[in-house]
């Protein structure tokens, strides 16, 4: 039976030593440190499952020691920073490629929580290859990379349970995006498939160009990208939908005598604290307003 262990970086001892006692109890084991530096030094002798660190350490900052585990570390290790809720240590944790942020003070069914989705990311992750020295390997951004769909779904909704299950507790916002590319089987018909692959691509890259840094992009299908958008409500959940449509009705493909002038069909729905309990929930309202969009003849945005 495999144990895994956890390498949690903080500067309080008594945190470490409380939640080494946690983790031991549900039979993981931890590797606690109390500046960025000495977990640097650790993560070259010891094989760990993940790493949680607070977003402010001495020597080395959380989001250094994030930047230094996914560029010249391993790529594959799934990191989440701690740090009390603020907007700007979010961005900070999002800049430095965090897998996500656990906020204080945490609870203990929310450390094992996020031990447990570790264990998930770390299994999930490994699909990739590893980085090697400072040129590290890209993981999964919602570009379409066809050699990981699978992982980067599953990644996605690994991703989306935490997202929820902080919506529930703090209280705050959590919107889901589908955006799908219309009248794809004509396209295919009339310019062929490689037309169409070069449009579902212009879709991945006109969808990132339009959300925020804190926005999380997967490609679904072929045809179909899906966003997680934290600190959303169904105002901002429109607004962002619509950004997204309106870049994409007023570009223009054109390739020789080819010009087409693209449209997409947008779903979007938002958390229900009171409700939704689980991925499956929130995805099929999307699923359902994205194909009402669709029906109604494409080129709009739907909220359920």
Do not use: W
């Not at 499952?49 to 594959?76: S, W, Y």
């Not at 490629?97 to 992750?125: Q, S």
């Not at 799908?180 to 691509?201: F, K, N």
């Not at 689980?278 to 080129?299: H, L, P, Y």
Request: hydrophobic residues 40%; aromatic residues 4%.
């Amino acid at each position: 039976m495999t144990v895994h262990s956890f390498l949690i970086a903080d500067q309080n001892p008594r945190f470490l030593e409380k939640a080494e006692e946690i983790l031991r109890e549900d039979g993981y084991r931890m590797i606690g440190v109390t500046d960025g530096l000495e977990a640097k030094v650790a993560l070259g002798r010891l094989p760990v499952t993940g790493v949680m660190a607070h977003i402010d350490l001495p020597r080395l900052d959380g989001p250094g020691l994030c930047r230094f585990v996914k560029q010249e570390h391993d790529n594959r290790l799934p990191v989440v920073l701690m740090t009390r809720e603020e907007p700007s240590a979010l961005k900070r944790a999002v800049d430095a490629g965090a897998d996500n942020v656990l906020y204080r003070p945490v609870k203990r069914a929310e450390l094992l929580f996020a031990a447990r989705t570790l264990v998930r990311l770390r299994t999930l992750l490994s699909e990739l290859p590893t980085s090697q020295g400072s040129q590290p390997v890209p993981v999964p951004d919602g570009t379409g990379m066809r050699t990981s769909r699978v992982s980067q779904f599953e990644f996605f909704k690994a991703f989306l349970a935490v997202e929820i299950k902080r919506a529930r507790r703090y209280g705050f916002p959590l919107s889901l995006m589908l955006a799908c590319l219309d009248q794809t089987d004509e396209i295919e018909a009339r310019h062929g498939s490689v037309v169409l692959r070069q449009l579902l691509a212009g879709l991945a890259r006109a969808v990132r160009r339009s959300i925020r840094d804190i926005d999380i992009p997967v490609t679904l299908r072929d045809d179909t990208i899906l966003v997680l958008m934290p600190h959303t409500d169904g105002e901002g959940a429109k607004a962002m939908a619509e950004r997204v449509r309106l870049r994409i009705r007023r570009s223009v493909y054109r390739e020789g005598e080819v010009v087409i002038r693209p449209t997409i069909s947008i779903g979007a729905t938002t958390h229900l604290r009171d409700k939704d309990r689980s991925f499956s929930q929130v995805m099929r309202r999307a699923s359902q307003a994205m194909k009402e969009a669709t029906q109604n003849g494409g080129d709009r945005v739907v909220v359920q």
